[in-house]
Every structure is written in C-alpha cells, then in structure tokens.
C-alpha cells in the first residue's frame, strides 16, 4: 500500500430506533458519523472517488443486515420505484 492510499473502516451499530454508521481511518481516528433512520432518504457517495455506479443515487434507508461478511445497510433506491 503505499503512501497516498489511506485505509477506511466503516462500521454499522443498530439502536433502538436508528443505526449509526462511522467511517474511521486506518490509524481510529473518526471521520465521518452519520446516523441512519429507517425510513429516511440519503444521497449515496461512495468513498472511493473511482466508484462511480452508484454515486449520487437517492436511496430510503431500510434496514441493517448482518451475513457472513459482515452488517451492511439494506436500501431501496428512489430512481426504481414506479411513480403514479
């Protein structure tokens, strides 16, 4: 890995009523922490600048899922359901 490439951890923790998800750096220290409401519309920006597929897409949070690769935030995408 050399110099430029830094290291990103996110992170999901389910609470009661929201889920919380962190993005930490390599070395813990906190980047970004954004709590996710079931229900609420986010604009998806993925962290790797060359990651363009999804990039401004509008998406309903849903849920967080756990299998065995780890938690991940389940969303719907508002640019796929039918309007009328």
């Known amino acids: 890995m050399s110099g430029n490439n830094k ?4 992170s999901i923790k389910e609470f009661k009523h929201k889920s919380v998800l962190t ?3 390599n ?8 709590d996710l409401i079931q229900g609420n519309e986010y604009i998806l920006n993925p962290l790797n600048p ?3 597929k999804n990039r401004d897409r509008k998406v309903i949070y849903m849920k967080a899922e756990n299998n065995k690769r780890g938690i991940y935030g389940k969303v ?9």
């Not at 290291?7 to 996110?10: L, N, R, V």
């Not at 070395?27 to 954004?34: A, D, S, T, V, Y």
């Not at 719907?76 to 009328?84: A, F, N, Q, R």
């Open 7 to 10: 290291m990103q951890i996110i």
């Open 23 to 25: 993005i930490s750096g």
């Open 27 to 34: 070395n813990g220290e906190l980047i970004r922490k954004i």
């Open 50 to 52: 060359n990651k363009l």
């Open 76 to 84: 719907k995408y508002l640019d796929t359901i039918p309007s009328g």
